[in-house]
């Protein structure tokens, strides 16, 4: 099992920055990946960014390059630096994180949540 918490969202200007934190109850060298999840009003919630455990990254199409998913191997902790924000990215925030498989099974965990709300 592994606990996931998460700080840093807030309220912002359309143009300006956040950066989420979710750290992690156990070594982050010890989950297969983890990511940054959104969900806004009335819609599925959608990938961000995910970081697998070698270190690679991958995007959503709508925030490459104003999003950068990052990692703390000493604090247990991922990031998600949000830059150019907009109104389209207000959502709540979700950090999750996915263990090795397990007797076929995947365990999938994720955090409370945070709100990013973007005013034009």
């Known amino acids: 099992q592994v606990q996931l918490v998460e700080s840093g969202g807030g309220l912002v200007q359309a143009g300006g920055s956040l950066r989420l934190s979710c750290a992690a109850s156990r070594s982050i060298f010890s989950i297969n990946a983890m990511g940054w999840y959104r969900q806004a009003p009335g819609k599925q919630r959608e990938l961000v960014a995910a970081i697998t455990r070698g270190g690679s990254t991958n995007y959503t199409d709508s925030v490459k390059g104003r999003f950068t998913i990052s990692r703390s191997i000493a604090k247990n902790t991922v990031y998600l630096q949000m830059n150019s924000l907009k109104p389209e990215d207000t959502a709540i925030y979700y950090c999750?994180?996915?263990?090795?498989?397990?007797?076929?099974?995947?365990?999938?965990?994720w955090g409370q949540g945070t709100q990013v709300t973007v005013s034009s």
């Open positions: 999750n994180a996915d263990l090795p498989m397990d007797m076929g099974v995947v365990p999938r965990y």
